[in-house]
């Protein structure tokens, strides 16, 4: 039967076993036990893990009205077949989807190949309600690490969707009324480009090969601020280049094939750890970590491990170290409970901080390196600080980190945080 989460039911609605489509995929592992170490509200997903993510944080500034989007994704892992999520998080109106496709992007608009139609158990058509989701069943499309597949959905009537603000690529939309596109092999008909990334939030590839999925989680620096920046004058929008994409191919080219990971991005710019920093413009949409916490990061497939880089935008809006702190162990328990391990990066810096935010930080930090593991409460340190810092100003970022703003890494940056992360630690 169809799985559909809403906020009123949180976990235990997070349990999406869905039937897989009758076309030979059956048996897999929706309908498998769950591991002895699962907890009871997280599906059974033996061989399923999420591949690409993009959280939602707000709704799109104008509605779809009759018309297809191509929303292109970027895989950190392949499979042999894969399943995508549609949501409706910040939705007050019924979302419709009739029909729906995956295909390999050719780099733009148009599919490298077929596209393969997606079923919601066995339909074509599902209706996502306010504040829900849904995951599809698989479609049996191949696909290998940095595969960009290309979801296409044809929305009818009028809806405004979900988005996921900063795509840091092109995405794809026919005109208002031009009705279903989603068999398209050409773009021709994908007329209009967004920046956005609308409806869907995450994709599942189907490889029991992978031992887990790394979820990175946090604010803007996770999000991919600053990773279109090559220099001055010099842009690289849709090449991919945040810290956990530069994290997943180093794990594809390093790991041994029987120690592969998936990682997936839940980061949202702007937004915090703790919920009730007093200048937060995200905590009235409930954008902090404990409260996205199910839908970005338990809700996902296959997760074992999650970076977690929060902190900096508590301190600027206003939280102190305890608040921080609080928040950090709140999260770290929930994730502990649900089989997760937690690696924890101290606060970096920001030139703007005041010397009580700086006070702050260095509790924080403090805390975090404390036995190397947050005294007890994570499972490792990833000492971003370390990697950004100017050693001679070590309240400020590197100069040939910094993308200008005293508070997002550039591409050099990015990478630099990448190649600092243990793969021992992530893969163990």
């Known amino acids: 039967m169809l799985a559909f989460r809403t906020p009123t039911r949180r976990r235990a609605a997070s349990a999406l076993a869905l039937t897989l489509a009758a076309s030979g995929l059956a048996g897999s592992a929706a309908a498998a036990p769950a591991p002895a170490d699962q907890p009871a509200d997280r599906p059974a997903t033996r061989g399923w893990f999420t591949s690409w993510a993009q959280s939602q944080q707000s709704l799109a500034p104008a509605p779809l009205r009759d018309r ?84 296409s959905l044809s929305v009818p009537g009028t809806v405004t969707p979900g988005r996921h603000t900063y795509a840091l690529r092109t995405n794809y939309l026919t005109p208002a009324g031009s009705g279903d596109h989603t068999p398209d092999v050409s773009g021709a008909a994908y007329t209009e480009t967004v920046d956005s990334t609308y409806l869907v939030s995450a994709v599942d590839v189907r490889n029991p090969a992978l031992k887990g999925t790394t979820v990175a989680f946090g604010s803007s620096v996770v999000d991919g601020n600053g990773s279109t920046d090559c220099g001055p004058g010099c842009t690289e929008t849709g090449t991919n280049r945040r810290w956990p994409d530069d994290l997943a191919r180093r794990i594809t080219t390093e790991l041994p094939r029987d120690r592969q990971l998936a990682v997936a991005n839940a980061g949202i710019a702007g937004t915090t750890s703790a919920a009730a920093c007093p200048s937060s413009p995200a905590s009235a949409d409930g954008l902090d970590a404990a409260t996205r916490l199910d839908r970005d990061v338990l809700a996902l497939h296959g997760v074992t491990g999650v970076l977690y880089y929060y902190g900096t935008n508590d301190l600027a809006y206003g939280c102190d170290a305890a608040q921080i702190l609080r928040s950090y162990r709140e999260v770290f328990q929930r994730l502990h409970a649900a089989g997760i391990k937690v690696y924890v990066t101290p606060i970096t810096p920001r030139p703007g901080y005041t010397d009580q935010n700086n006070l702050d930080r260095h509790a924080v930090g403090t805390y975090v390196k404390k036995w190397n593991n947050c005294a007890g409460t994570c499972d490792g340190v990833t000492d971003f600080d370390q990697v950004l810092k100017d050693p001679l100003e070590p309240n400020s970022i590197n100069p040939a980190y910094d993308t200008g703003d005293g508070v997002h890494a550039n591409i050099a940056g990015q990478q630099a945080l990448a190649d600092y992360v243990s793969l021992p630690m992530l893969s163990s």
Request: aromatic share 4%; no cysteine; charged share 15%.
């Open 68 to 151: 297809t989007v191509r929303m292109i994704t970027h895989l950190s892992q392949g499979g042999d077949a894969l399943r995508i999520r549609i949501q409706n998080t910040f939705g007050t109106t019924p979302l419709t989807v009739d029909a729906a496709t995956v295909g390999l992007s050719t780099g733009n608009a148009a599919i490298d190949g077929a596209t393969r139609a997606v079923t919601f158990d066995g339909r074509p058509t599902v209706v996502v309600p306010p504040g829900g989701e849904v995951w599809s069943d698989a479609a049996a499309l191949a696909t290998r690490p940095q595969d960009d597949i290309a979801v």
